[in-house]
């Protein structure tokens, strides 16, 4: 049962163009989302996050937006530079127990800038 | 300044070997730490997960175990591994703050043969 969903695996746009990456997630429950870059034979980097109680975050050029209604949440890079090429993973803050959390993951979309 | 240090950086190891991968962390006290794998083809899968000396948590049945013996250490073992243990393995640990998201460690490729 996957939680968290990125349903495209990979996406190709042009340098200075906008990148769209899409995520939904079927836990009501999540109160906040993440979104980590990753590139090859590395560990995952925090990029932007999101609380549950809003509907957009933006960090330079970097904006999540999340429709809690539709439980899907978007990554909205603008303009996008060919270091921008990774994978990203989406990623949701759900209750272990007690105070305690962890975090699940979406199978992530390679984005490639085209210079 | 907090860090965390995951080895080796790769591994090749035949089926039916045993497995040891150890995580540390410095620069911090009582972390949460967590064992993901990144399969072929799937995202992050949460393995283990540890909120305090010997508290070991896990996601899924699997021929994997976990130990903490120290605060700041966590180890990923398994007795025999399988062809399908095969995977990119990412320590982490929770950080505090605004932004209620992990660190991860470099990873390590395993690679069961």
């Known amino acids: 049962d996957q939680q968290v969903k990125q349903n495209s695996p990979s996406l190709s746009v042009q340098e200075g163009r906008i990148s769209i990456l899409n995520c939904d997630y079927t836990?009501?429950?999540?109160?906040?989302f993440l979104w980590y870059k990753k590139y090859p034979a590395e560990g995952p980097t925090f990029l932007i996050s999101i609380s549950s109680i809003k509907d957009k975050n933006e960090d330079g050029r970097f904006t999540v937006f999340l429709n809690k209604s539709a439980k899907h949440l978007s990554l909205h890079i603008v303009p996008s530079q060919p270091g921008d090429s990774a994978v990203y993973f989406c990623a949701a803050r759900g209750n272990a127990g007690g105070s305690n959390y962890k975090l699940t993951f979406g199978k992530g979309t390679l984005l490639t800038v085209n210079p | 300044s907090q860090t965390i240090h995951q080895w080796p950086a790769t591994l090749v190891q035949p089926v039916g070997s045993p497995l040891s991968l150890e995580c540390t962390v410095e620069g911090t006290s009582n972390p949460n730490l967590y064992w993901y794998r990144q399969a072929a083809g799937r995202g992050l899968q949460l393995l283990f997960y540890?909120?305090?000396?010997?508290?070991i948590s896990s996601e899924v049945p699997q021929n994997l175990s976990a130990s903490r013996p120290q605060d700041r250490q966590f180890i990923l073992s398994s007795k025999k591994l399988l062809l399908s243990d095969s995977g990119f393995y990412l320590c982490?640990?929770?950080?505090?703050?605004?932004?209620?998201?992990?660190?991860f460690g470099s990873g390590t490729r395993l690679t069961v043969v």
């Open positions: 540890s909120v305090g000396i010997g508290q």
């Open positions: 982490a640990w929770k950080v505090g703050g605004r932004d209620y998201g992990y660190t």
């Open positions: 836990n009501s429950m999540f109160d906040y």
